[in-house]
Every structure is written in C-alpha cells, then in structure tokens.
Antibody, heavy 119, light 108 residues
C-alpha cells in the first residue's frame, strides 16, 4: 500500500525548534518530488516547501523562508522539515504530500501531524 | 504574492449541479488541480491538469478551464460530496505552489 506517515509534531514554545519526519512506503520514494503543506486550525491549505527527487532543487513559501529547511534521505525513504524560530502563526497540521511526476498533482497525502506553538 | 480566489461557499440540493470557480492570473500558463477535504481528513485529489480525473474518482466530478478561471463541476451532487474543495496551481515561474482560498460545499 502506498503510504506517507508523518511524525514529530507537538507543543513548542515561540522561538523554539521542531523536526518533522515523513516515512514513505509502497512506492519508489527516490523517484518522486515531495512537498510539505500545512493547515492552521479552521483555515485553508498552505503550501510550505518543495524538494526534488534528488534533493538538488528546493523551494519555500515566503512565510517560512529562512526559518524552515526541507531535506530527504532516499536511503531511508524519509522526508524531513526542520522548523526553527517558530511563531504562533506556524501552529497547524503539517502534511507531507507526494508530487506525481506525470501529472504534477499532490496525489498522495499523509494523515498529518499537529504542531502547536504556544507558551 | 500570487493568489487563487474561490467563493467561500456553495450550496446545492441533492441531484443538482455544483460549480466552484477558481481565479488566478497565471492559470492560462499553469495547470490547476482540485482537492476534496472532509473534516478531520487529509485532502484527496479529484481533478488534475485542469480536467483529468484520477482513477477511483466518480465521473460526476469534472474540471474545465477558460482564461484566468478554472471550474470544478460536480454533477448530480450526493450527500457524500459535502466537503471543502481547494484549487491548487503554481505561479507563472513555477517555483511557488499556491492553494485557493477554499470553498465549502453544503448539500441541502
């Protein structure tokens, strides 16, 4: 079964750091581009970051540029999001999503992991 | 920053047709995608490349494009179609992805 499972969410104080992980299974992870997408409570979806299959190309939303770092380990079939200098407005469910190479769609999503930034 | 605009809500009776629009300046150059999200669940892709339907998605879901507007049409709406729907695309350079503001579809 094709699956993405996020982990690493939790409660963190403003200014703190957190590292999210996304474990992929059921497909050749190294062949796919990946993304992080977040959703604040009661709000819409917000794209956060993209990484190419090799990790050589990376993009960030302006709202997280300079604070978040996306990375991947193809040998471990894992995607990561290092989040530093966290703010209250970063509070959200964070989803990892597979970027289908032919369609460009986010065709597979994880179940999400909740990040709460609060003192 | 680039934005995709959707109506906040659409209400429709069972069996009728729901149309959700999404407007953005780069849509003539970039494909659009549509996602359905039910409460407490992850989004699900329902339309890709403006009008293509993934396997497993009912035929009542269709997409179209005209200029700076793309449209998701749900024909013969069923109660199970009640959900939030988001369009998604990229800016003209293709380096930033963006989601629409979201539309809540209510089945009366």
């Amino acid at each position: 079964e094709v699956q993405l499972v996020e982990s690493g969410g939790g409660l963190v104080q403003p200014g703190g750091s957190l590292r999210l992980s996304c474990a992929a299974s059921g497909f050749t992870f190294s062949s796919y581009e990946m993304n992080w997408v977040r959703q604040a409570p009661g709000k819409g979806l917000e794209w956060v970051s993209y990484i190419s299959s090799s990790g050589s190309t990376i993009y960030y939303a302006d709202s997280v540029k300079g604070r978040f770092t996306i990375s991947r380990d193809n040998a471990k079939n894992s995607l990561y999001l290092q989040m530093n200098s966290l703010r209250a407005e970063d509070t959200a469910v964070y989803y990892c999503a597979r970027d289908h190479p032919d369609s460009g769609a986010f065709d597979i999503w994880g179940q999400g992991t909740m990040v709460t930034v609060s003192s | 920053s680039y934005e995709l605009t959707q109506p906040p809500s659409v209400s429709v009776s069972p069996g009728q047709t729901a149309r959700i629009t999404c407007s953005g300046d780069a849509l003539p150059k970039q494909y659009a995608y549509w996602y359905q999200q039910k409460p407490g669940q992850a989004p699900v892709l329902v339309i890709y490349k403006d009008s293509e339907r993934p396997s497993g998605i009912p035929e009542r879901f269709s997409g179209s494009s005209s200029g700076t507007t793309v449209t998701l049409t749900i024909s013969g709406v069923q109660a199970e179609d009640e959900a939030d729907y988001y369009c998604q695309s990229a800016d003209s350079s293709g380096t930033f992805y963006v989601f629409g503001t979201g539309t809540k579809v209510t089945v009366l």
